[in-house]
């Protein structure tokens, strides 16, 4: 069953501005990660946030998690038209099988120059 | 520079013929996986190696069959493809340390196959 789900599934900003996304899932977990796709691409590993922290930053990006709530969300500061693309939450649950990941449907992010 | 790397990108095959898509890596991950990634839908895990064990989802067809012969390459086998089949497939990996509690990290995908079915 699917773990994560994302909000919004399509995003449209202006370049400049900021874009947030947010990511709600079911189960205890391990930690929750952030991943972009760009269009027809493979995933790209953004950030990782484990289940004892609350809010970690990577250059532009700045996820929070909040485990009470079972939520995380990914704030992009200064969109660029690069940024353009899919981003997906997954989840690492804690005995759920061996080593896997469970991904959201993702949110479409498209940054108009 | 390490990567994933999977050949081919495009691939066109026929209904019922077997095809066989190849992922190959430079990282040294103990960890290899395959998702299938239907349009505006999330990547769904088909199975995973750890090792040389194999292990399989349960809810993944029959049809879709798995070797890995070495550290450095994995292959996903669709042996009788249907219109469904159609999709981006995708390899990962990762490295998975035992005994660490350090499970689940990063996976580093490669750029994915397109699987064309007429």
């Known amino acids: 069953s699917q773990q994560g789900e994302e909000d919004p599934q399509a995003l449209s900003i202006q370049e400049g501005e900021n874009a947030t996304m947010n990511c709600s899932y079911k189960?205890?977990?391990?930690?929750l990660q952030w991943y972009r796709q760009n269009s027809g691409r493979g995933l790209v590993h953004l950030i990782l946030?484990?289940?004892?922290?609350r809010e970690k930053h990577s250059g532009r990006l700045r996820v929070t998690l909040d485990t009470s709530k079972k939520s995380s969300s990914l704030l992009i500061t200064a969109s660029r038209a690069a940024d353009t693309a899919s981003y997906f939450c997954?989840?690492?649950?804690?005995?759920?099988?061996?080593?896997?990941?469970?991904f959201g449907k993702g949110t479409k992010l498209s940054v108009i120059p | 520079d390490a990567m994933v790397i999977q050949n081919p990108r495009y691939q066109v095959t026929q209904f019922g013929k077997p095809v066989t898509l190849s992922c190959s890596q430079t990282?040294?991950?103990?960890?290899m996986y395959w998702y299938q990634q239907k349009s505006s839908q999330a990547p769904k895990l088909l199975f995973h190696?750890?090792?040389?064990?194999?292990?399989n989802e349960a809810d993944t067809p029959d049809n879709f069959q798995s070797r890995r012969p070495n550290t450095s390459f994995c292959f996903l086998d669709i042996r009788s493809p249907g219109l469904g089949d159609a999709a981006m497939y995708l390899c990962?990996?990762?490295?998975?340390?035992?005994?660490?509690?350090?499970?689940?990290?990063?996976?580093?995908f490669g750029p994915g196959t397109r699987l064309l079915v007429l």
């Open positions: 189960t205890s977990i391990n930690n």
């Open positions: 990962a990996t990762s490295r998975d340390s035992p005994g660490t509690g350090r499970y689940r990290e990063t996976q580093y």
């Open positions: 946030i484990r289940s004892n922290e």
């Open positions: 997954a989840t690492a649950t804690p005995g759920a099988g061996s080593y896997q990941l469970t």
């Open positions: 190696y750890y090792d040389k064990d194999f292990n």
């Open positions: 990282l040294n991950h103990n960890v």
